[in-house]
């Protein structure tokens, strides 16, 4: 197979890179084509090197002079720039290099994850998420590959609580973000485009994306959002009370900050390792069966009940309290908490359990680690040795930004 692939630097892209070799090792013969662009300091090409080498599992760590020699081979491994949402996909010359090139998939994994609200982020994930995703669909129909592989969310089904299914649309639905809306349009762009072009494709609906939890080194991730943006919420609180003191200071630190979270005590998050995503994703595209949509989800939620106070001991704080609404007379805090990181998380905090059909991937035969007490630890002590993304190292999440 010949896969064209958007989003090889992503958390998703760079597990399932491994994925690619794993299989390629036992036989499959794949050749990729990258799409991505280059950042101010390395090409597309060093980048992903860089990653290949920082975060290889350990158990490939003996193979990895054969994992890097596979994706510095032409002919295994292509690297194209693109401009995703651009006014054009490529330059003149990638255009017609990619067009010479026979390809039986395309796999689209590239998109903005932002669920602020201000205008210019919405413009944004309309340009990149519904735009570049239809730019990618009409390169498909250019190339003429049969095969298309979206990367959706399991979250585009809105605030909708109780079962949903794989392939549960509701355009109306009460959406948290923006983000949300924009992965659906996307997803039913791609529907609409591909039944109409005889193109077979796969819908695959992660849920929220957390570290790896099956492939040491557990934990390792390099975004943090979400749940863990929560962490460096409070040790960024815990800075506003201890002035300069250094990180590592910071978290060994012990520090009361009485704060009121509103959250729901029956419900969670549906929290999956990015591991078992590139793993599930692996076997569906060497399944090869099609036009169907998949939830790659945890078979159970993390209640937020289990892990706040566990957010809280990993950044060594206390103090954080559940109540049913926001409180009236915010301290100092609360209002710090409710205009950044609350007014993102607490839609998903408030909203009541769903429960994310998967049948139609239990021919995987892929156990998706439980986010219980152990492993939400492991998330959290990773994400300690990295600062929870505070720490500014080139390509990390950069959490402050959210602010």
């Known amino acids: 197979m010949n896969i064209l692939m958007t989003g090889g630097t992503s958390l998703l892209g760079r597990n399932l890179l491994f994925e690619v070799f794993r299989a390629h ?3 499959e013969e794949i050749k990729l084509s990258l799409l991505g662009r280059s950042s101010d300091a390395q090409t597309f090409k060093q980048r992903v090197t860089s990653f290949l080498v920082a975060e290889c599992p350990e158990s490939l760590q003996t193979s990895l002079s054969k994992v890097l020699d596979y994706f510095n081979n032409e002919e295994f491994v292509e690297y194209f720039e693109y401009d995703l949402g651009g006014a054009r996909l490529f330059d003149e010359s990638t255009k017609a290099r990619i067009m010479g090139i026979k390809f039986t998939h395309i796999l689209h994994i590239a998109s903005i994850t932002d669920f602020r609200s201000a205008k210019e982020v919405v413009e944004k994930l309309n340009l990149v998420n519904v735009k570049g995703t239809s730019q990618i669909l009409t390169l498909c129909k250019e190339l003429d590959v049969k095969k298309f592989i979206y990367v959706s969310s399991a979250y585009v089904c809105g605030d909708t609580p109780g079962e949903i299914s794989p392939d549960y649309v509701n355009l109306d639905a009460k959406f948290r973000n923006s983000y949300e809306q924009t992965k659906l349009q996307a997803e039913v762009d791609v529907r609409r485009f591909c039944k ?3 193109i077979n494709y796969i819908v695959h609906r992660p849920s929220i994306v957390c570290g790896r939890l099956i492939e040491p080194v557990l934990g390792l991730t390099y975004k943090f959002d979400i749940f863990y943006s929560c962490a460096a919420f409070l040790l960024n609180a815990k800075k506003l009370v201890h002035g300069n003191l ?5 978290l060994r630190t012990r520090m009361e900050i009485p704060m009121r979270v509103r959250y729901s005590k029956n419900s969670g998050l549906n929290i999956v390792p990015a591991d078992y995503v590139a793993k599930a994703m692996m076997f569906t595209i060497l399944d090869d069966s099609y036009n169907k949509s998949v939830h790659l989800v945890n078979d159970e939620e993390t209640p937020h009940s289990l892990y706040i106070p566990l957010v809280e001991q990993a950044v060594n ?22 205009r950044s990181v609350g007014k993102i998380f607490t839609p998903y905090m408030t909203s009541k359990s769903m429960f994310f059909d998967k049948s139609n ?3 995987a035969s892929l156990e998706c680690p439980k986010i219980d007490v152990e492993k939400f630890n492991i998330l959290m002590d990773y994400a300690r040795t990295r600062n929870f993304g505070l720490s500014k190292v080139p390509g990390e999440a950069d959490i402050m930004s959210q602010w």
Do not use: F, H, T
């Not at 704080?317 to 710090?336: Q, S």
């Open 361 to 363: 991937i239990e021919g």
């Open 196 to 198: 109409e072009n005889a």
């Open 246 to 250: 250094p990180l590592d200071d910071l």
């Open 25 to 27: 090792e036992k036989g």
């Open 317 to 338: 704080a206390a103090g954080v309290m559940r109540v049913d609404e926001d409180p009236k007379d915010k301290n100092v805090i609360e209002r710090m908490y409710y």
